[in-house]
């Protein structure tokens, strides 16, 4: 059963400009969202996180927003830099055992110089 | 930032050993967590921890056993690997109020 989903496993972007990854979910009880970005080789490191309260969060160059009625949410990146090049992992927290973390599949972005 | 190590990075063994990942956290965080993950997919929780002598298992049912003797540490162990076993694994900690995870860097496992 997978609550948290990241369609598209990869995506590739020219340096300067948005990119834009996506994560859809299911259970209308998750209450805070995350995102990780992953280098190879290495774990997961922590990006940025949105409550349920709020509908946008902003950090440096780092923008996730949170659709609830659509139970969507997205991370933008802008301006893109070569060194984003990772996995980017979506999760969420919440539901009956609030501290129970589901993770989508991660999307694979590539920034081209 | 949380510090969080794993040993080994990684490990080749064979059948029918028997194996343990190390994991420890020096930020005095209560919970931790082993995460299995293969290439492409997402991770799924195969134990957790609230603290010292508190373990459960985690969404996916795992043959593994974990111990929380000590909260800094955080092994898991597999009595007798087997080729299923094979896949990457990711310990990662969070204190009593963050949500947050913290992860550790992850054992590439592989049983031939």
């Known amino acids: 059963d997978q609550q948290v989903k990241q369609n598209s496993p990869s995506l590739s972007v020219q340096e300067g400009r948005i990119s834009i990854l996506n994560c859809d979910y299911t259970?209308?009880?998750?209450?805070?969202f995350l995102w990780y970005k992953k280098y190879p080789a290495e774990g997961p490191t922590f990006l940025i996180s949105?409550?349920?309260?709020?509908d946008k969060n902003e950090d440096g160059r780092f923008t996730v927003f949170l659709n609830k009625s659509a139970k969507h949410l997205s991370l933008h990146i802008v301006p893109s830099q070569p060194g984003d090049s990772a996995v980017y992992f979506c999760a969420a927290r919440g539901g009956y055992n609030n501290n129970d973390m589901r993770f989508g599949a991660g999307t694979r972005l590539t920034v081209k110089p | 930032e949380a510090d969080i190590y794993q040993t080994p990075r990684y490990l080749v063994i064979g059948t029918g050993k028997k194996i343990t990942l190390e994991c420890s956290q020096t930020m005095g965080h209560d919970k931790m967590y082993w995460y299995q993950q293969d290439p492409g997919m997402e991770l799924h929780l195969i134990h957790y921890s609230y603290g010292v002598n508190s373990t459960e298992k985690g969404d996916l049912s795992s043959e593994s056993t974990v111990s929380r003797i000590r909260t800094e540490h955080f092994p898991l162990t597999l009595e007798s690997a087997r080729p299923s076993h094979t896949s990457q694994y990711l310990c990662a900690s969070s204190d009593g109020t963050a949500d947050t995870q913290y992860f550790g860097p992850g054992t590439r496992l592989t049983v031939l």
């Open positions: 259970n209308s009880m998750f209450d805070y």
């Open positions: 949105i409550s349920s309260i709020k």
